[in-house]
């Protein structure tokens, strides 16, 4: 019987993965569902096993289950791995996504699944501290907080109960590595968070997934059952998140686990110290998590030769937006935005040219082609005023308003604030407000306020659009420094940058602003 | 004392070791916890804050706070980030000022800018600090989204809610959650929509919310300001006295306008309270002012006669000479007195100095008898001190908590605000009552054991407990062995080891099951530091005297008297009750609780007043009522206490009073004691006269004047006058000058004076040469009595039993917005939360006798029989019925019997016999009563000087 | 509802009752120096009168007790 290859993962689906997988087995095949290999445009994909090796043949749909069977296709990629979106990536987190069955245990452990663990479990919980610290692994969420210290704090924090908590409500626009990872290959998770377990001195540990992640939650549920034993004495327990993008801050997220409404905590207390329901918590995003069995397995030198600067390793980058080969690219990091965007994401889907670039989410700086040559690094995507994030980039064609970015930018945060903090409770109210009188180029005249005699400080005459331009700066200067969290902090940044590399779409006079700081 | 905020050092004290860091150039050396803030405050440098006040835990919303570290990027918060060894902070910069002003811009952007008829103008934290980061412009205007047309809540009748004023700072939400434990404001909605809302986004008044004050306390703007603000204005001096409602004793400051007063604020650095209230103190004292007061004397002949208008001349005359005519033909012991739980120490002093030396007798008790009586015995006999163990703050220590036959929430709210606290931390519970009170389940707090006992079975249920921890071999060997007296102890466990007193065997009796109690007993006894607190479903039996010792017993067994987190801890009913006792206002003892029989006690005492005393104990006051009826007791002066309708068996006090031939009683308003008075002296409030009074933990505490005595005088100056009358010759001129005559005649108070009392704010009895400081926890390294004395309790069940004609056992309580008979709290708008007494009656017994909810049913008993409206809960077991007594309408205590305990003749209030049955009216003694009660109130004025 | 000396004699018994599991000389005993230490003399002559009233029915304990106190306050009738 032949054996096929179909992806089950949610995107694939979307794209008609299932009625593809039901068309193979109706034509007598076993078809093993996968995870996703990561390029959408080549989805529905199927693989064909012959002779001990599988040819690719994508996007295909039930009709062409003969042509595909009998080779003559002409959607035949061949062997995966030296199509060129894949020849060039360097897949230490993501390699078994798309190869093997997610939940099957013996295809996990027949591809160097648990080699982390068990190395782990020769080893003292210091020694493995020591070894995610050598590999340079910093946190995948976005603020690349070095793994190896927070756990250290952990693991030097004396408590009669400790907590992993893996961060898996990913819920910038544009990111999906969080899910590919979850539905293709969640057991690398589960090893991940043993490893910490084991690390620190934790026994439980929480996945907190995002409400509509549906077959992710049910992945990560089938797994961890399947697995309990592999990882006992440590346990796991999926909690699915209430649909608050705030809570995919760690603090707010830790909240929402203790049955509280989300709401972002000050720290100190670290939640390393103090974390949930007061107890010393390991809280890591799940690239970071997943890249450890890795580490484990291979050695932290072999993780730490890949990368950039201060950037170690790999990242897994997720390109979308509009752009030709949308998917999950893992690379080390030094990429260049250019490459990632012209040469690996092929261009525009539409086919007119770039615009603007945005990186690491709805909050991530907008970048023109002007500074594709940036690298893929924190430091150096810091130093431009922008932030690397979670790695989602979503690509824009000319047809962008920028101005009218800027305000999805600051209405987004009003949507999402959870109102502790009173920069992002107001400040991004008054943001769209502001942005809307700048775009209508309204600026805003004598009223209400003006009209009180108890007010003589303010200026009695209509505002002009350069003062609004700068009390938007100013805003945006109380809401990046004064915001309690990343929510209201980053939301400056595509405003600024919008301001600062697309000021045409703002009106007004068009010279040129002063850099931002 | 002029008026001056308190200083607010923006997150609470830390208790680590010693930091240094320097700030602002100025080098500072502060404990290790503290933050940027408090530490900045400490040297006077005040930073900008508004979400930040130090009676609650940082939360780092506002950012107003933020300061520059050196070599840290950003701006942190100052009231989240702790101090560290060598941190360099700048508290100001053109940087900080500059994101200080966008975020103030930020907040008026949607603040009301009314400032100058804002009824917080002037004491508005938001004004202050927009002043403060120099606020020029609001670049923003007025034109986008904002709150300013929100509705006002003014459902409670004390504060307003605004939520056109409010910041959501979350300060009340967390001081709901923090301070009072009630959690019942939250934060509704997200982002730019969040509000506050009272639970379920329902009205104040309609919500969970106590009514504590606190949120309005926390409240940097008047979002939340009380209503006599509002009207009234901002005060403009404050006295810091004590609160005269339970014995929590409260420290408030009274904050005035000229001689009126604005509002009560609970005083920060108050020890019992430490900045927290509840509705009474807080806000029910508006009877002060209330119409009913009485403020002129006045006299009748006969009881049936219409009051006459007198002068003060006349009315202490009267007094006198009707007191020296009684004695003359019945005799020196045919009169007495009765001192008052409400008034100062000083004035109980006096009544019974009145007594003794005045009267020449010992016939001298207090309303202490029909409550804590039997704390007084019990805790003298098997400890040596008629008082509680630990101060308040003790309870954060405690790792399980015993709480039996009280109602924290109910009756002593500021305390179990503070026991719940550490509840939340961690603390275990057990509750041993028949009612399901709040404690047992409220949020975040769950009993671990909720041992819900048939009423009057206390004894056997702790006799139980002590047989778990006695043959399970929890006992604390090495404590009893070297703290207490070994005989008495090897008697007491060979007693309760019997197989007779296990929980297997009491489980038919108490109604609870054995496995229950054992797992209770063993958590009390190997949980860490256990403390009991108890209240008056423990005294109020006639095994009262018999609980509280076998309270002491087991608290002595398991070795949890003496340190921090333990003891045994009598709840008090009354602000002064405690006091009332130490004062000598028992028939059998002077004050510091010495004999009338000790010679030397006597001798002093005699020496002092120039007179001889009588070494016969007096009588008691259901002795005095006996007496009375019988014809040989005529005459009685009550001070501050309503015994009619606060005593038990009611009939039985009207028909003692009635036998009288000169009943005086002084009080703030005609009560219904007044109905049977010969001579009506009007009394003065807590508001108007200096004293002192003491509270649960022995805690003295001043009681200052805040304007004149709208009757006249301060009641120690009439009890003074009715003295002098009688030739006693009295020269006090200020109450300080009785408490020096207090501290010269009792040991335990030798070291208390006013002076000492301004400097410290208050002291915990025993003062002397030996505790100069005072003594916040008793028995450390011995007991006082030097042996702890385990007591044989055999349970002598009461001969007030159920059966067929009255099937049910009544309980009585109180409720939070009440207080005792109402007198005060029935004058004040704390009505809108109790109209009324309601009967509680287990679905089950309603069904039975066919009542519903809300109906009207007749509640009788062997004594009597009152009418008025069932509630039908399962808060309270098949079986019991539990009402309030707070309404004379209800008249509760028509109801309960003249059973009382034996040692001490506390009356069981807490177990009586009834039927309930359906009823459409009052009962004939209700409105008989009422008559008589309109009739005996009728006035006339004097008449005009012409 | 009782008399006072019903009253009287019933507190008696009730505290005796208390003491009782002491057995039964200390249990008078220690009824006798309770009602020593808290009834006024009004009482106790009630209690005295009680005890030589032929119409007046004691309970055991309670004469007993009475009887004890009046040798012991040495008002011996």
Redo the contacts between chains.
């Keep these: 019987m032949t054996r096929v290859f179909v992806s089950k993962d949610m995107a694939s689906v979307a794209l008609g993965a299932d009625g593809l997988a039901r068309a193979f087995a109706d034509a007598g095949c076993e078809v093993v569902r996968t995870g996703s290999r990561g390029l959408f445009s080549i989805e529905p994909l199927v693989e064909v096993e012959t002779d001990g090796a599988r040819i690719a043949y994508g996007p295909v749909g039930p009709g062409d289950v003969a042509a595909v069977l009998d080779g003559s296709h002409p959607a035949r990629i061949g062997a995966i791995e030296a199509h060129p979106f894949f020849a060039s990536q360097q897949r230490f987190t993501f390699a078994r996504c798309g190869v093997t069955d997610p939940l099957n245990l013996a295809d996990y452990a027949a591809n160097g699944g648990w080699k982390g663990l068990e190395a782990a479990f020769s080893l003292s919980p210091q020694e493995v501290v020591d070894a995610v610290k050598a590999s340079g692994l910093r946190g995948r969420g976005g603020a690349g907080f070095p793994t190896g210290i927070k756990w250290q704090t952990v693991l030097d924090t004396d408590a009669d109960e400790k907590f992993i908590v893996c961060n898996a409500d990913e819920g910038d626009s544009g990111t999906f590595a969080d899910r590919m990872l979850m539905e293709g290959d969640p057991y690398c998770l589960i090893e991940g968070m043993a490893i910490a377990g084991h690390a620190v001195g934790a026994t439980h540990g929480y996945i907190y997934i995002r409400s509509e992640y549906p077959f992710a939650i049910e992945a990560m549920r089938e797994a961890i059952a399947r697995s309990a034993g592999k990882v006992a004495p440590f346990t796991l327990e999926v909690r699915v998140g209430a649909g608050a993008y705030v809570c995919g801050e760690e603090t707010a997220l830790l909240d929402s686990i203790e049955g509280r409404r989300g709401q972002v905590r000050a720290k100190p207390p670290l939640p390393a110290i103090e974390g949930l329901w007061g107890k010393p918590t390991v809280i890591n995003n799940v690239l970071s998590l997943a890249a450890v069995p890795f580490i484990l397995a291979e050695g932290a030198q072999a993780y730490a030769d890949v990368g950039f600067g201060r950037s170690r390793g790999t990242m897994p980058i997720q390109i979308a937006g509009n752009v030709k080969n949308g998917g999950l690219y893992e690379v080390g990091f030094g990429v260049t935005l250019g490459e990632l965007v012209d040469e690996i994401g092929g261009g525009t889907a539409s086919g007119r040219p770039v615009r603007a670039v945005q990186v690491g989410g709805p909050l991530g700086a907008y970048f023109p082609p002007s500074m594709f040559h940036l690298p893929f690094d924190y430091e150096a995507f810091a130093q431009a005023g922008g932030l690397i994030g979670h790695a989602g980039i979503t690509v824009f064609d000319d047809s962008v308003d920028m101005a009218h970015m800027a305000r999805f930018a600051m209405e987004f945060c009003a949507v999402e604030s959870c109102g502790k903090c009173t920069p992002c409770r107001i400040g991004s109210t008054r943001g769209v407000e502001l942005i809307d009188r700048i775009v209508a180029k309204a600026p805003r005249e004598s009223g209400a306020l003006e009209a009180m005699p108890q007010i003589r400080n303010t200026k009695g005459a209509a505002r002009t659009h350069d003062e609004e331009i700068d009390l938007l700066r100013d805003l945006c200067d109380t809401m990046k420094y004064g915001s309690l969290c990343a929510l209201g902090g980053f939301t400056p940044y595509p405003v600024l940058s919008a301001l600062d590399h697309f000021r045409e779409d703002f009106g007004g006079a068009s010279a040129l602003p002063e850099a931002a700081e | 004392m002029t008026f001056t905020r308190e200083k607010d050092f923006g997150t609470p004290e830390a208790m680590g070791e010693a930091v240094s860091l320097t700030i602002d150039g100025q080098e500072i050396a502060v404990p290790a916890g503290t933050s940027i803030m408090r530490a900045a405050a400490m040297v006077e440098t005040d930073i900008p804050k508004l979400c930040a006040t130090d009676s609650l835990e940082s939360f780092g919303s506002c950012r107003l706070c933020l300061v520059e570290i050196e070599g840290r990027a950003g701006y942190p918060a100052s009231c989240t980030t702790p101090v560290a060894p060598g941190m360099v902070v700048h508290t100001e910069s053109e940087r900080l000022r500059k994101l200080r002003r966008g975020v103030m811009e930020l907040y008026i952007s949607d603040h009301p800018l009314d400032c100058l008829t804002c009824s917080a103008n002037g004491d508005c934290e938001l004004q202050d600090q927009a002043g403060a980061v120099g606020l020029r412009d609001v670049r923003f205007g007025y034109e986008g989204e904002n709150h300013l047309e929100g509705c006002k809540d003014e459902s409670n009748p004390y504060f307003t809610f605004d939520p056109a004023k409010c910041i959501v700072c979350s300060r009340c939400v967390r001081a709901c959650d923090e301070t009072q434990g009630t959690l019942a404001l939250t934060v509704d909605g997200r982002g730019f929509a969040s509000k506050i809302a009272a639970s379920q986004d329902e009205s104040f008044l309609s919500s969970e919310c106590v009514s504590c004050g606190a949120c309005v306390q926390a409240c940097p703007t008047s979002a939340l300001i009380e209503n006599t603000v509002i009207e009234k204005g901002t005060p403009d001096r404050s006295v810091v006295t004590t609160c005269a409602y339970c014995g929590v004793g409260c420290a408030f400051r009274a904050e005035m306008r000229g001689e009126e007063l604005v509002r009560m604020v609970p005083w920060k650095d108050g020890k019992a309270n430490h900045g927290h209230s509840c509705v009474k103190g807080r806000f029910a004292w508006g009877y002060a002012q209330h119409r009913d007061r009485v403020l002129n004397p006045m006299v009748r002949g006969a009881v049936d006669e219409p009051w006459r208008e007198v002068s003060w001349e006349e009315a202490i005359a009267h007094v006198a000479s009707e007191y020296r005519r009684i004695q003359k033909d019945y005799g020196t012991r045919a009169i007495g007195g009765i001192t008052s739980s409400r008034c100062t120490n000083e004035e109980t002093f006096l009544v019974q100095k009145l007594v003794r030396q005045g009267f020449g007798n010992n016939n001298v008790d207090t309303c202490a008898r029909v409550c804590h009586s039997p704390t007084g015995y019990g805790l003298k006999t098997t400890f040596g001190t008629s008082a509680g163990t630990q101060d308040f703050d003790s309870v954060q220590y405690a790792d399980v908590i015993l709480v039996i036959g009280a109602n924290p929430t109910d009756g002593h709210p500021v305390f179990a605000s503070l026991m719940k606290r550490r509840l939340r931390q961690g603390a275990k519970l057990i509750v041993v009552d028949p009612r399901r009170i709040d404690l047992v389940r409220s949020p975040h707090i769950e009993a671990s054991h909720h041992l819900p006992l048939r009423p009057g079975t206390n004894v056997a249920m702790l006799t139980a407990m002590a047989h778990v921890i006695v043959t399970e071999g929890l006992v604390d060997e090495a404590y009893v062995r070297e703290r207490c007296d070994t005989e008495a102890y090897a008697e007491w466990a060979e007693f309760v080891s019997d197989p007779a007193h296990s929980p297997e065997a009491i489980e038919e009796l108490t109604g609870v099951p054995a496995a229950d109690v054992r797992a209770a007993a063993r958590l009390y006894a190997t949980g860490g530091n256990a403390a009991i607190y108890y209240g008056l479903g423990v005294t109020e039996h006639s095994q009262g005297s018999s609980t509280v010792m076998a309270i002491a017993n087991l608290a002595m067994a398991t070795g949890n008297v003496g340190k921090e987190g333990t003891g045994v801890n009598p709840l008090r009913g009354q602000n002064n009750v405690q006091g009332a006792c130490d004062m000598g206002s028992f028939p059998h003892e002077f004050s510091g609780y010495r004999h009338v029989s000790d010679n030397a006690a006597r001798a002093q005492f005699e020496q002092d007043w120039g007179v001889a005393l009588d070494p016969e104990p007096g009588l008691r006051i259901p002795n005095m009522l006996d007496a009375a009826t019988d014809g040989t007791f005529k005459g009685i002066f009550i001070q501050g206490e309503d015994i009619l309708q606060s005593d038990p068996n009611t009939k039985h006090v009207a028909a003692g009073l009635a036998a009288m031939e000169c009943v005086v009683v002084q009080d703030l308003f005609l009560n219904e004691t007044a109905n049977y008075a010969h001579v009506f002296l009007p009394g003065s409030t807590f508001l108007e006269k200096d004293g002192t009074f003491t509270n649960a933990e022995r805690r003295i505490q001043r009681v200052r004047k805040v304007m004149e005595p709208r009757n006249g005088y301060g009641d120690w100056e009439v009890v003074q006058l009715v003295a002098n009358a009688m030739g006693l010759g009295w020269t006090y001129t200020h109450p300080s000058q009785i408490m020096d005559e207090i501290a010269r005649l009792t040991p335990t108070f030798a070291g208390v004076n006013y002076q000492m009392l301004d400097e410290r704010g208050s002291l915990q009895w025993p003062v002397n040469a030996a505790a100069p400081g005072g003594t916040p926890m008793m028995h450390i390294d011995h007991f006082v009595r030097g042996k702890g004395n385990f007591v044989v309790t055999d349970y002598v069940p009461t001969d007030e039993r159920t059966g067929p004609r009255f099937p049910l056992l009544l309980t009585t309580g109180r409720i939070l917005s009440q207080y005792n008979v109402g007198a005060q709290t029935r004058r004040t708008a704390n009505v809108n939360w109790h109209e009324e007494d309601r009967l509680e009656i287990h679905p089950h017994d309603a069904e039975n006798r066919g009542i519903r909810d809300g109906n009207w049913v007749s509640l009788r008993s062997r004594a009597g029989e009152t009418t008025l409206r069932a509630l039908i809960t399962d808060r309270v077991a098949p079986g019991v019925v539990y009402t309030t007594f707070h309404h004379p309408d209800t008249q509760a205590n028509v109801i309960t019997t003249d059973f009382s305990d034996w040692a001490t003749n506390c009356p069981e209030y807490k177990v009586t016999a009834v039927q309930v049955t359906p009823s459409n009216g009052p009962s004939d003694w209700q409105q008989s009563y009422r008559a008589q009660a309109e009739q005996s109130r009728r006035i006339e004025p004097a008449e005009p000087a012409e | 509802?009782?008399s006072?000396d019903e009253?009287?004699a019933y507190?008696a018994e009730?505290?005796y009752?208390?003491f009782?599991?002491?057995g039964r000389d200390m249990a008078i005993a220690s009824t006798v120096d309770?009602i020593v230490?808290?009834?006024?003399?009004?009482?106790k002559a009630q209690a005295f009168a009680m005890l030589d009233d032929p119409a007046v029915r004691l309970s055991d304990g309670a004469r007993a007790v009475f009887e004890k106190l009046r040798i012991e306050t040495g008002a011996v009738g």
């Design positions: 509802m009782m006072n009253r009287l507190m009730q505290i009752r208390n009782a599991a002491q309770h230490s808290f009834w006024d003399p009004r009482m």
